[in-house]
């Protein structure tokens, strides 16, 4: 069965940095794109960041040049490397499948406030 962990979440102040993991259960990781989404209070779940196969990345704009999404096929994990966090990037992210998600984890709360 397919499932994700995420961890590494937590109260960071403005400006500030978190790595985020994800801990996949999926038969042939590397032949995945994968992908980081957020729930922001308030809001529907909206995809972050997503890693195809190939290593290529996508980011969608208010995350771009601060975020940086990987994975290391070998543990079945993909990361999400945060940095110069703003207020309005509070929520839950979870890791899925990019663009066909299945089962959703608990996810990892970030807090971003001074």
């Known amino acids: 069965q397919v499932q994700f962990v995420e961890s590494g979440g937590g109260l960071v102040q403005p400006g500030g940095s978190l790595r985020l993991s994800c801990a996949a259960s999926v038969r042939d990781f590397s032949m995945n794109a994968m992908a980081w989404y957020r729930q922001s209070p308030g809001k529907q779940r909206d995809l972050v960041a997503a890693?195809?196969?190939?290593?290529?990345?996508t980011y969608t704009d208010s995350v771009k040049g601060r975020f940086t999404i990987s994975r290391d096929n070998a543990k079945n994990t993909v990361y999400l490397q945060m940095n110069t966090l703003r207020p309005e990037d509070t929520g839950v992210y979870y890791c899925?499948?990019?663009?066909?998600?299945?089962?959703w984890g608990q996810g990892t709360q970030v807090t971003v406030s001074s």
């Open positions: 899925n499948f990019y663009n066909r998600p299945v089962n």
């Open positions: 890693i195809r196969v190939g290593g290529t990345t």
